[in-house]
């Protein structure tokens, strides 16, 4: 409801000039509205990362994505990955009071886990065939088939434990009123602006620093940055890598940019001609200067893809630098495969403006080497509908697609399985160029058996290996992410995945 | 009067269910499966039909429609998918927002609308009329999203005056406000001018000027009021429009009202939103057509509803 008695109000705070820092208070402004805050009904980064403010998993990441034990202490897996037991931390409550223990994570993930509540994570808890709790500090959960990555699996916010006091008061509206383990509370949620407050509970000592996280939807870049600038907010997710410049070099914000585990590519499909020769894929992947890429869409803000799998992600190996700028060799390679004056297809990619951008470009490039593109940028009701109306792979008709996927397990199995192995085929998943090798799907398959990670990793290598050799994708680049804050906060940051963790926020003076 | 404010009232029924027939039906007619865009792009085949069973999309649409009819006539509009919160609480929380907005905008527009209009049709030819429309022209061609951010970075971040948006305090107001109800000033301009022209050669004007009508009156009283009509028509669809919420001026001066909220739920094909969004919207023209109408009568009372 409009306050008019709030006039005054901020008539006498100006007058006052009180910083909203100064009592530790974080405004943040991203660009997109918090949609729910059970972990296990989320699947858009803001909303994770706001559901991060108030919940906590057994395992956690830190702002690299590396994995540690959160509420656990420590776990043991049998050799071939379908048991894990879990020994969780003591003396830990969740913020209504209730104790943290084996029955809780029992309960919560039961909850989770039941189909009837049609939660949208359901396929992460699939594994699971069943849960004890041996004693009051231990979990044992038994899959119904091997998986090795589980352990990355229970580090996805998706498995945060939720008060089982929650679930039974609010059951199908803990999107509303979710309660964990974690440094903050919900205090208010209004249309556009989330609160959170100090958990008086929280576990770690010392922590939280600051009193409240207040996020808040500013849909315009622009405006996003302005707010920096104005004083009205100190954290801002994301900056445009086009509007980056205005904010480098400043003696008032800090511009943050690191690699990110997002992949760029575009994805040809390998079961229609032209693209069923390699020789047509390799061409393509010559005919594109994936610097100049960089420059032009993300303002030099990333690197170059050197796998199938973008640098920060668990189980990437590099295959010796980026695929080369040679349009000369990309002629000669189309020439050999029969088209010695290129052919036409169609672009497709979804209607953001810096696919578009990305697009053109890439229309331009292919353009020179004589392959001409028409680009079609898709809503995304109409792209869903072309991807996975499909029923057979054959009567796709996808041609060129580019796409960009994170993986949020930060596993090497979250994106070669739906992207490149034949279980990602639509309409199950991802793999919109339908490309499949039995090799890289023995890979895939095999590493999800085992929790041995040396096992793994060398699954994984052997996987990439192939696929960069078969080239089903035009292997592009992988665009950093970009924050900002103000100077005199710290403890923010964006993980390479795209979300936000906010446990160490802090001032200092 | 009050019979024919009945009649009016009644008529609106077979209207307002056309309206969601047509709404339900073309909603549904969207390409791509809702609940593949719900449930995001990494979701397995369980997450979907989790998310479909959960919609009620595992119905047949005739079926679909009836429990939507039943529970809208109840005054149930369901859970918005995308956010889960009840529909009702959803549209209200940023229909107030809008209904402000939309608000201040049309009172400052349509005051320096209709003054500047009559302004420039008493002084036509003059430099006052040319200043005038040169000032409604460029009020009707300036790109809002322009003007918005150009407002935010001189008054927010350089001045500190006015916070660069949200909905919190008068100040929030004002630069929202000042952009949206431009456009609709300038048109309002130009419209009382053209009016205001045409009454002026009527016969009662020059009827009331020569049996010696001081200047004043003749201006506010005979030309303008009859000038009226067309502008209350004006601003009826201008107020109608207004109240959909804009999605420029939202978008830049992050506010939190009905337009953004469409554009959200049309992208995620959030079914219960749309369709009572669009209820809404139907319902608010056709009321406000009835008002307008009630307005010609009391403005020109040779007006007479029947």
Redesign the interface.
């Known amino acids: 409801?409009?306050?008019?008695t709030?006039?005054l109000?901020?008539l006498l705070a100006?007058a006052g000039l009180a910083p909203a820092q100064a009592a530790g208070n974080v405004t943040m402004?991203f660009d997109n509205?918090v949609?729910?805050l059970n972990p296990a009904?989320l699947?858009?980064n803001l909303s994770m990362s706001a559901s991060r403010t108030i919940m906590q998993g057994l395992f956690g990441f830190d702002k690299d994505m590396k994995l540690h034990p959160l509420l656990a202490e420590s776990y043991e897996a049998n050799d071939n990955a379908t048991v894990f037991t879990i020994h969780l931390r003591k003396g830990i409550t969740f913020s209504d009071g209730t104790p943290f223990n084996a029955a809780a994570v029992k309960t919560s993930f039961d909850f989770m886990r039941d189909?009837a509540n049609?939660?949208?994570?359901?396929?992460l808890y699939?594994p699971i065939d069943k849960i004890e709790t041996p004693d009051d500090s231990t979990v044992k959960i038994t899959l119904k088939q091997p998986f090795g990555p589980f352990i990355a699996n229970l580090a996805h916010i998706a498995f945060a434990v939720m008060s089982p006091k929650a679930i039974a008061e609010y059951g199908?509206?803990l999107?509303?009123h979710a309660v964990g383990t974690g440094p903050f509370m919900l205090d208010s949620w209004?249309?556009?602006?989330l609160k959170v407050v100090k958990n008086p509970h929280y576990w770690q000592p010392g922590l939280p620093k600051v009193d409240s996280l207040t996020i808040?939807?500013?849909?315009?870049d622009?405006?996003r940055i302005?707010?920096l600038?104005?004083?009205?907010a100190q954290f801002i997710f994301p900056v445009p890598p086009g509007m980056a410049q205005s904010l480098e070099h400043n003696a008032k914000f800090d511009l943050i940019h690191k690699p990110s585990i997002y992949a760029r590519y575009v994805a040809m499909n390998v079961l229609k001609k032209p693209f069923d020769d390699v020789r047509v894929r390799e061409a393509l992947n010559y005919a594109v200067n994936k610097d100049a890429l960089l420059k032009v869409v993300f303002n030099g803000y990333g690197q170059k893809l050197d796998s199938a799998l973008p640098s920060g992600l668990a189980g990437y190996s590099s295959q010796g630098g980026a695929w080369p700028y040679d349009p000369a060799k990309a002629k000669k390679l189309l020439a050999e495969a029969g088209y010695p004056n290129g052919f036409s297809t169609v672009l497709w990619g979804n209607s953001a403006s810096l696919t578009r951008k990305a697009m053109v470009f890439l229309q331009q490039q292919l353009g020179a080497v004589g392959v001409k593109v028409e680009v079609e940028p898709l809503?995304?009701?109409?792209?869903?509908?072309r991807i996975?109306?499909v029923q057979k792979p054959e009567e796709a008709q996808t041609q060129l697609y580019y796409g960009g996927w994170s993986a949020?397990t930060g596993d090497a199995d979250?994106e070669l399985r739906?992207l490149l192995s034949k279980m990602g085929f639509p309409?199950?998943?991802?793999n919109t160029g339908y490309y499949s090798n039995p090799k890289v799907d023995a890979d895939v398959q095999g590493a999800l058996e085992t929790a041995d990670a040396a096992k793994r990793a060398a699954f994984y290598k052997d996987a990439q290996a192939q696929i960069w050799k078969d080239a089903p994708w035009i292997f592009l680049v992988s665009e950093n992410i970009l924050y900002a804050r103000v100077k005199n906060l710290s403890g923010i940051d964006v993980m390479p995945d795209g979300q936000t963790l906010t446990l160490d926020a802090a001032f200092t003076k | 009067m009050l019979t024919y404010l009945l009649k009016r009232l009644a008529s609106t029924i077979p209207v307002l269910v056309a309206v969601s027939i047509f709404v339900f039906g073309f909603v549904h007619a969207l390409p791509g499966d809702p609940a593949r865009l719900v449930a995001g792009p990494d979701a397995g085949p369980q997450d979907i039909a989790a998310v479909r069973a959960e919609m009620g999309l595992d119905l047949p649409l005739w079926e679909q429609y009836g429990l939507w009819l039943n529970n809208a006539v109840h005054l149930r509009f369901g859970k918005s998918i995308r956010t889960q919160e009840p529909v009702s609480t959803v549209v209200a929380q940023r229909f107030m927002p809008t209904l402000w907005l939309t608000l201040v905008s049309l009172a400052w527009s349509m005051t320096a609308g209709i003054a500047l209009g009559v302004l420039s049709g008493v002084r036509r030819g003059k430099w006052e009329d040319q200043a005038s429309m040169v000032a409604a022209i460029s009020g009707v061609s300036m790109p809002s999203f322009w003007l918005g951010l150009l407002l935010i970075s001189l008054f927010s971040v350089r001045l500190g005056w006015f916070p660069t948006g949200g909905y919190d305090s008068w100040r929030s107001f004002v630069m929202p406000a000042f952009v949206l109800g431009l456009g609709v000033a300038a048109v309002m301009a130009r419209f009382t001018r053209s009016a205001f022209i045409e009454v002026s050669a009527e016969d009662y004007v020059r009827t009331a000027r020569m049996k010696g009508a001081p200047e004043r009156r003749v201006i506010w009283h005979h030309t303008l009021r009859n000038a009226l009509i067309p502008v209350i028509t004006l601003t009826g669809l201008q107020f109608g429009f207004l109240l959909g919420g804009s999605i420029v001026v939202e978008t830049v001066f992050a506010w939190p009202g009905l337009g953004r909220l469409l554009v959200d739920s049309v992208s995620l094909r959030d079914y219960p939103v749309i369709q009572a969004e669009i209820m809404l919207f139907s319902t608010e023209f056709v009321l406000i057509n009835l008002v307008v109408d009630l307005l010609y009568a009391a403005v020109n009372p040779e007006i007479r509803l029947r």
């Open positions: 409801m409009l306050k008019w709030l006039p109000a901020a100006t402004a509205n949609l729910g009904n699947n858009d189909p049609h939660l949208k994570r359901l396929s699939a199908k509206d999107d509303r209004q249309t556009d602006t808040k939807s500013v849909p315009e622009g405006t302005s707010m600038q104005a004083g009205e809503e995304a009701g109409v792209m869903i509908s996975y109306g949020s979250w739906p309409p199950t998943l991802y």
